[in-house]
C-alpha cells in the first residue's frame, strides 16, 4: 500500500526527516509514536505534499506510483487523507458546502461524475449520525466556532466521505473527552477494511485502546528507531521514550 | 508560499489574457466626428429629437466642464485622457428603431450568447414563447442606443415606466425634467458635468404611488464602438409606496486602446419608497501587461427623498482596469436608510478605488455599509467610504464593516474612512479588517482534493459570502462564477 524508503525532507533549509523508511500493507493500522517535535506531523505533511517541503533524498510510493511529483489535490484523489493535528477555519464557507465541493473535486480528478444533490444529502446526513455530528453544525461555517472536540469530529467526518486509501491521523485524539473519543474510534473502526490502510499517530496508548494497531512505531528525530506490536505502545507508556531519544541521539 | 504564488502567477498570466469576454462584434456605427465641441453637444440633442430645454441643459453643462479639473485625489494612475481624441456619439446602423426582437441584428443576438447571458434571458431577448415565466424585463442598451425592449406591456398594466431616457424624453417629459440632475447635479464633479453635456442614452424607470414593480428590471449594457467614451444615463423613481429591484450587468469586448466610461445614475425614493440596484460589473480589464481595459468613472447616486424610504446598492465589482465609483446615498428623510454591499476584486494591473458616501440629514436614519474588497497580482484596490451627520441628523445611525483580502504579496489594500458627525447623537460603527488567504488554508483544501485555485475561488466565495445574499438569486450565481473566474486559471 505505501512504502516510505529513507526518507529525507526539509523545511526552510532545516533537515527534520533524516532517513525515514516504513512501510504500511493493506489493511493494516499502523501506529506512530514520538515525542514532541520529532517529526510527526512533518511526516503527515510530506505523505500528504504540503508546499514547502524539500525531499532531498529517498522516495514515496503508494500501491505502486511514486506520488513525489504530485501535487497534493492529486494525492487527495488518488486516496491519501489526513485528518488535521489544527484543522483549519473556512469563514463564510458552509460545513456542507465544503464537503461537496471537495467530494466532487476528488471524482472529477478521477473522472467520476459529480454527486447529484439528493445522494449527497443522504450520504451526508448517514455518516453525520453515526458521527454525533449536528444538522445545525453542517449548516455553519466550516470549523469556524467549534470547539477543539467538533474539530476532530469533523475530520473523521470528511473521512467517512471522501473514502481514503490510506487515511493518516495525526494526534486526532488530543482535546478529545473519552466519550468523543470513543465516538471517533468508532468511526475509525468502521472504515477499516481489507484494502485501506491507517497511519494513526499519537502521543499517548489511550487512543490505542480503541483502534487496536496492527504495528507500532516509535519516531524519534526524523527516523523510525524502533518497530514492534501493540505491546510496544503499552511499553513506552510506561516507560517514556528516554531510551529512543537517546538512542537517536 | 509556493502554492500562492503559483495561483497568483496563473492567475495572472492565465486569466488576465484569456479574457473570456475579449472579442468584437461587427456592427457599423454611424458616428459623430472625434472631438468635444458644441457643435457636437447640439448633434447629439438633435440626433435624439430633444426638446429645446435639454439642449440648453446640455449646452449649459458643456460650458460648466470646460471650467473644471479632472480629480486627482483618487489612488489611481492612468496616462491623461484626450479628451478631444474620443468619439461621443455611436449607434448601430438602423435608421428607424426597431419595433421588435425579430428585427434585432442577428449579430446582437449572437454577442448576448457569447457574453454568457443566461438561456433564459436570452430567450427572452429572442422573443420565445414561454420565456416570460422568467418575469426580468431586459432593455438591452447596445452602445448608445437601446435596440431591444420587452415587457413592455405587463409593465404598463402597472403603470411602470421603463424605457431608454431618449425614449422617456419624447414620451413623458415632464417627468425626466422634474427629477433629471436633481440628485447628482450638472455641477457635481468632471466626470457627471461631462456626462451631462454628451449622455447618449440609459435607462428611464418611472414606479408610480403604491406599485410594487411586478418583476426585477435587467439592463445590459456593452461597450462596443472603438475609442467611444460611453456615457450612460439612468434616473430611477420611485414614488410613494412604491417598490423596484433594478439589475445592472457589463461585460466588455477587448480593445487595445483604453476606453472611457463616465455613466451617471440618479436614485429618487420618495415617501416609504424602496429601490434595490445590483450591479454585476465585468468590463475589460486590461492584458497581463495592463494595456487597454476600461477605465470606469461612474457617478452612482441615491436619494432618500421621502421618509421611511430605502434604497440599497449592491455591487460585485470585477473588470475594469480602473474604477472610480461610489454609489452613495443621501438620507435626506427622517427614518430613511441607507445600504451598500460590495464585493471589489482586483487582479493584474487592475486599480480600483470604490467605496461609498451615506449622508445622514433627517432625524433617525440609518445606514449600513459592507464592503469586502479582494487584491491579487499587481493590483491596487482601495476603499473609500464617507459617513456624514448633519447637525439636524438627530439619532443617526451607521454600521461599516470593511474587510480586506490579499492574495499573494503583490498586491495592496487600502482603507480611507472619512467619518464626520455634527450631531451628538449620532452613532457611527466602524470595523476593518486586512487578512491573507493562509497556505495553511490552501493546503486544507488541496488535501481535501481541491486544486489551488479551486481552493482560492472557494476561500473567496466564502470571504464575500455576506454580500452575495444580498443579490437576487440569478445574479449571486452569476456573481458566484465570475469570482471564480476572475480568480482562477480556467477559463470557459
Ligand atoms: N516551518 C518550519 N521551519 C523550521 N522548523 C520547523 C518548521 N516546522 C516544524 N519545524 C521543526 O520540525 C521539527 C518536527 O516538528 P513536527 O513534525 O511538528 O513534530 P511533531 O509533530 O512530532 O511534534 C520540530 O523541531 C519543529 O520545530
Ligand atoms: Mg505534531
Not at chain 2, 88 to 94: H, L, N, V
Not at chain 2, 281 to 288: F, T
Not at chain 2, 299 to 317: A, H
Request: glycine letters at 8%.
Amino acid at each position: 500500500m505505501l512504502t516510505i524508503t529513507d526518507l529525507h525532507a526539509n523545511i526552510d533549509g532545516k533537515e527534520i526527516l533524516k532517513g525515514l523508511s516504513l512501510t504500511v500493507k493493506p489493511g493494516e493500522v499502523a501506529a506512530i509514536m514520538g515525542p514532541n517535535g520529532s517529526g510527526k506531523s512533518t511526516l503527515s505533511y510530506v505523505v500528504a505534499g504540503r508546499d514547502g517541503y524539500e525531499v532531498t533524498e529517498g522516495s514515496i510510493v503508494l500501491n505502486g506510483e511514486d506520488i513525489l511529483a504530485m501535487d497534493a489535490h492529486e494525492r487527495a484523489a488518488k486516496g491519501i487523507f489526513l485528518a488535521f493535528q489544527y484543522p483549519l477555519e473556512i469563514p463564510g464557507v458552509t460545513t456542507m458546502t465544503f464537503l461537496k465541493a471537495a467530494m466532487n473535486a476528488q471524482r472529477k480528478q478521477r473522472g467520476e461524475e459529480e454527486l447529484t444533490t439528493p445522494d449527497f444529502i443522504k450520504r451526508v446526513r448517514a455518516a453525520a449520525d453515526k458521527l454525533g455530528v449536528s444538522q445545525e453544525m453542517l449548516r455553519r461555517a466550516l470549523n469556524v466556532g467549534f470547539s477543539g472536540g467538533e474539530k476532530k469530529r469533523m475530520e473523521v467526518l470528511q473521512m467517512v466521505l471522501l473514502e481514503p486509501k490510506i487515511a493518516i491521523l495525526d494526534e486526532t485524539d488530543s482535546g478529545l473527552d473519552i466519550d468523543a473519543l470513543r465516538i471517533v474510534a468508532e468511526g475509525v473502526n468502521a472504515l477499516r477494511s481489507p484494502d485501506r490502510s491507517f497511519l494513526v499517530i499519537t502521543h499517548y496508548q489511550r487512543l490505542l485502546d480503541y483502534i487496536v494497531p496492527d504495528s507500532v512505531h516509535v519516531l524519534s528525530a526524523g527516523r523510525i528507531v524502533k518497530s514492534g506490536d501493540k505491546e510496544l505502545a503499552h511499553e513506552l507508556e510506561k516507560n517514556g521514550y528516554r531510551d529512543y531519544v537517546a538512542d537517536a541521539a | 508560499m509556493a502554492a500562492v504564488q503559483e495561483t497568483v502567477d496563473k492567475v495572472r498570466s492565465v486569466e488576465v489574457d484569456a479574457y473570456k469576454y475579449g472579442f468584437v462584434t461587427d456592427i457599423e456605427s454611424d458616428m459623430a466626428p472625434k472631438g468635444l465641441n458644441e457643435d457636437i453637444v447640439r448633434f447629439i440633442s438633435a440626433k435624439k429629437d430633444e426638446p429645446e430645454w435639454m439642449t440648453q441643459w446640455r449646452l449649459d453643462a458643456y460650458k460648466r466642464w470646460l471650467t473644471m479639473q479632472e480629480p486627482v485625489w483618487a489612488r489611481v494612475n492612468y496616462p491623461k485622457i484626450d479628451f478631444q481624441d474620443l468619439y461621443y456619439y455611436a449607434a448601430p446602423k438602423r435608421s428607424p428603431g426597431p419595433k421588435s426582437l425579430d428585427e434585432v441584428d442577428p449579430e446582437l443576438l449572437r454577442t448576448y450568447e457569447k457574453l454568457g447571458i443566461p438561456l433564459r434571458e436570452r430567450e427572452i431577448l429572442a422573443g420565445v414563447e414561454g420565456a416570460a415565466e422568467r418575469r426580468v424585463a431586459v432593455d438591452a442598451v447596445f452602445d448608445s442606443v437601446s435596440v431591444a425592449t420587452t415587457f413592455k406591456a405587463e409593465l404598463a398594466k402597472a403603470g411602470v415606466i421603463f424605457c431608454p431616457i431618449s425614449e422617456a424624453l419624447q414620451t413623458h417629459p415632464e417627468l425626466v425634467r422634474k427629477y433629471l440632475g436633481t440628485v447628482v447635479p450638472v455641477t457635481d464633479n468632471y466626470y457627471a458635468t461631462l456626462n451631462s453635456a454628451v449622455f447618449s442614452d440609459g435607462s428611464f424607470v418611472y414606479v408610480p404611488p403604491g406599485v410594487r414593480c411586478p418583476m426585477e428590471l435587467s439592463t445590459y449594457f456593452r461597450i462596443n464602438e472603438k475609442n467611444t467614451g460611453q456615457f450612460e444615463r439612468t434616473l430611477i423613481i420611485a414614488d410613494k409606496g412604491s417598490y423596484v429591484s433594478y439589475l445592472e450587468g457589463c461585460t466588455a469586448p477587448k480593445r487595445d486602446e483604453n476606453q472611457l466610461h463616465a455613466a451617471v445614475v440618479e436614485l429618487v425614493a420618495l415617501e416609504d419608497a424602496e429601490i434595490k440596484y445590483s450591479t454585476v460589473q465585468n468590463w475589460y480589464p486590461g492584458d497581463s501587461e495592463g494595456r487597454g481595459g476600461i477605465y470606469n468613472f461612474v457617478t452612482k447616486r441615491g436619494d432618500c427623498r421621502g421618509d421611511r424610504s430605502k434604497i440599497s446598492w449592491t455591487q460585485v465589482e470585477t473588470g475594469s482596469a480602473i474604477t472610480w465609483k461610489y454609489p452613495s446615498c443621501i438620507l435626506r428623510g427622517d427614518e430613511s436608510r441607507g445600504e451598500f454591499y460590495s464585493i471589489a476584486i482586483s487582479n493584474g494591473h487592475q486599480q480600483v478605488d470604490s467605496g461609498t458616501k451615506m449622508l445622514h440629514l433627517g432625524k433617525n436614519t440609518s445606514s449600513r455599509i459592507i464592503s469586502k474588497g479582494i487584491a491579487a497580482g499587481r493590483s491596487d484596490n482601495t476603499y473609500r467610504g464617507q459617513v456624514f451627520a448633519h447637525r439636524k441628523a438627530k439619532g443617526a445611525r451607521n454600521f461599516t464593516n470593511c474587510d480586506s483580502l490579499l492574495i499573494g504579496d503583490t498586491c495592496g489594500a487600502h482603507t480611507v474612512p472619512y467619518i464626520e458627525s455634527r450631531n451628538a447623537s449620532a452613532v457611527f460603527e466602524h470595523e476593518a479588517t486586512t487578512s491573507k488567504i493562509s497556505d495553511d488554508q490552501l493546503f486544507y483544501c488541496m488535501q481535501r482534493g481541491l486544486s489551488g485555485e479551486e481552493a482560492t475561488a472557494l476561500i473567496v466565495n466564502g470571504f464575500v459570502r455576506d454580500v452575495l445574499q444580498q443579490l437576487p438569486m440569478e445574479f449571486a450565481v452569476e456573481a458566484q462564477k465570475l469570482i471564480a473566474v476572475s480568480l482562477e486559471g480556467s477559463v470557459g
